[in-house]
């Protein structure tokens, strides 16, 4: 039953990854279409054709390998100076510009001139590069808005999960254990017990942990703690003292290893499933924006951890970059936890609203063969002409996109290597859920 269990969950994950391939391809063509481009192929996946149907004058397929897909556009790049594009070239980056220009007018057909992608403005080349990493934006916030406001996300309560026995700093090495001599804990003494719900902290409300959170912190001293127990409110009467607890990162977590002196109560809250306002979603989808774009941005800082744990037989962290064979095998796990089926159909959604989030994020790098690359090129081309016409210089063209393709080679081998390393480590030493 359970590799029945972890079968399912892998094969549902990978549907929902083709579907957020198809969606992303979808942007691509819905818009190139818009404008008049010319779309011979739309595929998912890559290798061999599996599946393939002609329908106008594009051709729909779904291929062997669900990493990726794409569209293909007659005529990404301009021609070459000398308004060929078969030209070949001995050098080897001359003729990586070649190649990639001469597959831009694969299957030219009479009439096609005037469908060419490069010939549309800057502003339509931008939408249409800019359109499939939209969609997955798209479905990334309708993903996360709806499972927030639906089936709630798992969070701490203003619920007492635990009372502290003691005074104990927050660095010490066992925070469970009371040192000789320790004193109770200001919650202890207040009568303060698991189950309690606060609901006010000195007359005020109290409806979230991080509201109750810095209530606390901000109060030495006596304190009024209203909570409800057993269908009864109480008010308990307790004396905060200051002492060294975790530092917040304000977005509900704690800085690993850094301390702050504050107000203490002593005790820990219960986790729970609570389902979220529009606002307070919106509030989180920002903060996961902001965690993935920090997360991208330090992608270089973790290959050291990921050699070490894919070759090294080093700790996976869990913030460790994860790749869609590692992604697949979280989405077997997730059947396997022991919490109700609305919530492992929460996590699955919110599994592939993240990876939809990072393909948006991803490729919105300024890189070829990147969207983001294309799309840098046609802003530069738009601001190389109105400089030219503020200065009264003749039009300098189309961007030859083209000219970038050696730096796209190697970015794209850069990548190759990074996804290696990634998919060792998620079969080695995967990342695993609790």
Same mark, same amino acid.
């Given at each position: 039953?359970?590799?029945?269990?972890?079968?399912?969950?892998?094969?549902?994950?990978?549907?929902?990854?083709?579907?957020?391939?198809?969606?992303?391809?979808?942007?691509?063509?819905?818009?190139?279409?818009?404008?008049?481009?010319?779309?011979? &192929? =739309?595929?998912?996946?890559?290798?061999?054709?599996?599946?393939?149907?002609?329908?106008?004058?594009?051709?729909?397929?779904?291929?062997?390998?669900?990493?990726?897909?794409?569209?293909?556009?007659?005529?990404?790049?301009?021609?070459?100076?000398?308004?060929?594009?078969?030209?070949?070239?001995?050098?080897?980056?001359?003729?990586?510009?070649?190649?990639?220009?001469?597959?831009? =007018?694969?299957?030219?057909?009479?009439?096609?001139?005037?469908?060419?992608?490069?010939?549309? %403005?800057?502003?339509?080349?931008?939408?249409?590069?800019?359109?499939?990493?939209?969609?997955?934006? @798209?479905?990334?916030?309708?993903?996360?808005?709806?499972?927030?406001?639906?089936?709630?996300?798992? $969070? +701490?309560?203003?619920?007492?999960?635990?009372?502290?026995?003691?005074?104990?700093?927050?660095?010490? %090495?066992?925070?469970?254990?009371?040192?000789?001599?320790?004193?109770?804990?200001?919650?202890?003494?207040?009568?303060?017990?698991?189950?309690? %719900?606060?609901?006010?902290?000195?007359?005020?409300?109290?409806?979230?942990?991080?509201?109750? &959170? +810095?209530?606390?912190?901000?109060?030495?001293?006596?304190?009024?703690? $209203? *909570?409800?127990?057993?269908?009864?409110?109480?008010?308990?009467?307790?004396?905060?003292?200051?002492?060294?607890?975790?530092?917040?990162?304000?977005? !509900?977590?704690?800085?690993?290893?850094?301390? @702050?002196?504050?107000?203490?109560?002593?005790?820990?809250?219960?986790?729970?499933?609570? %389902? +979220?306002?529009?606002?307070?979603?919106?509030?989180?989808?920002?903060?996961?924006?902001?965690?993935?774009?920090?997360?991208?941005?330090?992608?270089?800082?973790? *290959?050291?951890?990921?050699?070490?744990?894919?070759?090294?037989?080093?700790?996976?962290?869990?913030?460790?970059?994860?790749?869609?064979?590692?992604?697949?095998? *979280?989405?077997?796990?997730?059947?396997?936890?022991?919490?109700?089926?609305? +919530? &492992? @159909?929460?996590?699955?959604?919110?599994?592939?609203?993240?990876?939809?989030?990072?393909?948006?994020?991803?490729?919105?790098?300024?890189?070829?063969?990147?969207?983001?690359?294309?799309?840098? !090129?046609?802003?530069?081309?738009?601001?190389?002409?109105? *400089?030219?016409?503020?200065?009264?210089?003749?039009?300098?063209?189309?961007?030859?996109?083209?000219?970038?393709?050696?730096?796209?080679?190697?970015?794209?081998?850069?990548?190759?290597?990074?996804?290696?390393?990634?998919?060792?480590?998620?079969?080695?030493?995967?990342?695993?859920?609790?």
């Amino acid at each position: 039953m359970t590799a029945l269990m972890t079968v399912l969950g892998i094969v549902v994950f990978v549907l929902g990854l083709l579907f957020s391939i198809a969606w992303h391809e979808l942007g691509h063509l819905s818009t190139a279409k818009l404008f008049g481009i010319r779309v011979p &192929q =739309y595929m998912v996946g890559f290798g061999p054709t599996i599946f393939s149907r002609r329908k106008g004058e594009t051709e729909y397929g779904i291929k062997a390998i669900p990493l990726g897909g794409y569209i293909r556009m007659i005529g990404m790049f301009p021609p070459g100076d000398d308004g060929k594009i078969v030209a070949r070239s001995t050098s080897p980056w001359r003729g990586m510009i070649e190649d990639a220009r001469s597959a831009a =007018y694969e299957e030219l057909k009479p009439g096609d001139e005037t469908r060419l992608f490069y010939t549309r %403005k800057p502003w339509k080349r931008v939408i249409v590069m800019f359109a499939g990493p939209f969609m997955n934006l @798209v479905l990334a916030v309708v993903i996360f808005l709806g499972v927030m406001m639906t089936f709630g996300i798992n $969070t +701490q309560t203003t619920t007492v999960g635990s009372v502290n026995k003691c005074v104990v700093a927050a660095s010490a %090495k066992d925070t469970d254990k009371c040192p000789a001599g320790a004193k109770d804990s200001p919650a202890k003494a207040a009568g303060l017990r698991a189950g309690d %719900k606060i609901v006010a902290f000195n007359g005020h409300p109290t409806p979230d942990w991080s509201t109750l &959170q +810095q209530n606390i912190r901000k109060t030495i001293g006596p304190a009024t703690i $209203t *909570v409800e127990r057993d269908g009864e409110r109480k008010e308990l009467h307790a004396n905060l003292i200051q002492n060294e607890v975790a530092e917040t990162d304000g977005k !509900g977590g704690y800085v690993e290893g850094s301390y @702050v002196k504050a107000g203490f109560l002593g005790f820990a809250p219960a986790n729970g499933v609570v %389902k +979220q306002s529009f606002g307070e979603s919106v509030d989180r989808m920002g903060t996961m924006v902001e965690d993935g774009v920090d997360s991208l941005i330090s992608l270089p800082s973790k *290959v050291p951890d990921l050699w070490d744990a894919a070759f090294g037989g080093g700790e996976r962290k869990a913030d460790s970059p994860m790749g869609v064979v590692g992604a697949a095998r *979280v989405g077997g796990e997730i059947p396997q936890l022991d919490i109700p089926a609305s +919530q &492992q @159909v929460a996590m699955m959604l919110f599994l592939l609203a993240g990876f939809n989030l990072s393909l948006f994020l991803f490729n919105m790098l300024p890189l070829l063969p990147l969207d983001g690359g294309h799309i840098a !090129g046609a802003v530069w081309e738009s601001i190389r002409r109105h *400089v030219a016409r503020l200065v009264r210089r003749p039009d300098p063209g189309p961007f030859d996109v083209a000219k970038l393709m050696p730096v796209a080679y190697v970015v794209a081998g850069i990548f190759i290597c990074f996804t290696l390393l990634v998919l060792i480590a998620d079969v080695v030493n995967p990342v695993r859920i609790s």
